[in-house]
């Protein structure tokens, strides 16, 4: 399924049944695949919508087309418009929990519900502090010796997809409690001009103030946000969050994935949360 916006396809997936949930993937720049397969387990009595966002994925954009964050927060607007519903319900991971913020923001009378895991800190303060504790934790040394020891192994010249794919694993080690639980994420690629482009568009954010000024003029919808206490990504932005939109905060013993280092926990967690039949 397509969504045509602005002259840009978005490739989309549907599955399951029942009310509806639209997931948004991280990145920015990446697309929905390293969701899966766990994010499918919660397609149980409600349907989820995924979809590359524009710059990623299976949704390329030319060079000359626009791919900030607003633009994001546009698409998901117009997919809403499209599929000719009210307000949505939305679960957000990683930068996918900023846009739906921001999305939040931007419609706050077009949101339900909103699930946000793992999500992107909504001041660049945090971002920095993420950035610097990521560069720290792949410095480590059992990580540098497994780099060391792939480089070495010749594997590259034996198998180039199991090596591409090793090299994957330890690419995104830092995210993990147990970097060796990375072999279970799907692999993934970025579009680093999408991902470039939506942080300058940011600038040196602070959504704190507007979130206060939205909620105290809207109603703030059911929201849930799931944090891992292993996560580079600062928890602190997402305590901050939460008191902000009133939100329950699970916190797991877990890095940035949950769905992947804590799988059946995050299921619980979100069918509890989420509409279903």
């Given at each position: 399924?397509?969504?045509?916006?602005?002259?840009?396809?978005?490739?989309?997936?549907?599955?399951?049944?029942?009310?509806?949930?639209?997931?948004?993937?991280?990145?920015?720049?990446?697309?929905?695949?390293?969701?899966?397969?766990?994010?499918?387990?919660?397609?149980?009595?409600?349907s989820?919508?995924?979809?590359?966002?524009?710059?990623?994925?299976?949704?390329?954009?030319?060079?000359?087309?626009?791919?900030?964050?607003?633009?994001?927060?546009?698409?998901?607007?117009?997919?809403?418009?499209?599929?000719?519903?009210?307000?949505?319900?939305?679960?957000?991971?990683?930068?996918?929990?900023?846009?739906?913020?921001?999305?939040?923001?931007?419609?706050?009378?077009?949101?339900?519900?909103?699930?946000?895991v793992?999500?992107?800190?909504?001041?660049?303060?945090?971002?920095?502090?993420?950035?610097?504790?990521?560069?720290?934790?792949?410095?480590a040394?059992?990580?540098?010796?497994?780099?060391?020891?792939?480089?070495?192994?010749?594997?590259?010249?034996?198998?180039?997809?199991?090596?591409?794919?090793?090299?994957?694993?330890?690419?995104?080690a830092?995210y993990?409690?147990?970097?060796?639980?990375?072999?279970?994420?799907?692999?993934?690629?970025?579009?680093?001009?999408?991902?470039?482009a939506?942080?300058?568009?940011?600038?040196?954010?602070?959504?704190?103030?507007?979130?206060?000024?939205?909620?105290?003029?809207?109603?703030?919808?059911?929201?849930?946000?799931?944090?891992?206490?292993?996560?580079?990504?600062?928890?602190?932005?997402?305590?901050?969050?939460?008191?902000?939109l009133?939100?329950?905060?699970?916190?797991?013993?877990?890095g940035?994935?949950?769905?992947?280092?804590?799988?059946?926990?995050?299921?619980?967690?979100?069918?509890?949360?989420?509409?279903?039949?």
């Amino acid at each position: 399924m397509l969504f045509e916006v602005d002259g840009v396809r978005l490739f989309s997936r549907r599955v399951g049944a029942g009310p509806l949930v639209v997931v948004l993937h991280g990145g920015p720049g990446a697309s929905h695949d390293y969701l899966l397969p766990q994010y499918d387990l919660l397609a149980q009595g409600r349907s989820l919508l995924y979809y590359d966002q524009r710059g990623g994925g299976q949704s390329p954009a030319s060079r000359d087309t626009p791919v900030g964050w607003r633009e994001h927060v546009a698409d998901l607007e117009a997919i809403r418009a499209q599929l000719g519903v009210e307000r949505l319900t939305v679960c957000g991971y990683s930068w996918g929990g900023l846009l739906a913020v921001l999305y939040f923001l931007e419609h706050a009378e077009r949101v339900e519900r909103l699930a946000l895991v793992s999500p992107a800190s909504i001041t660049a303060e945090h971002r920095r502090q993420f950035e610097d504790e990521f560069a720290r934790r792949m410095a480590a040394p059992e990580i540098k010796q497994e780099r060391d020891m792939l480089r070495a192994s010749g594997l590259r010249e034996r198998d180039p997809a199991a090596y591409q794919r090793r090299a994957f694993e330890l690419s995104v080690a830092g995210y993990f409690r147990d970097f060796r639980d990375a072999k279970n994420l799907t692999a993934f690629r970025v579009t680093a001009r999408t991902q470039q482009a939506v942080w300058d568009s940011l600038g040196n954010y602070d959504l704190r103030p507007q979130l206060r000024d939205v909620a105290s003029r809207f109603p703030v919808p059911p929201s849930l946000i799931i944090h891992g206490t292993f996560d580079p990504l600062p928890i602190a932005g997402s305590r901050e969050l939460a008191g902000l939109l009133q939100a329950r905060l699970k916190e797991l013993p877990v890095g940035h994935c949950p769905h992947v280092e804590a799988t059946a926990e995050f299921v619980r967690v979100l069918d509890d949360f989420l509409p279903k039949a």
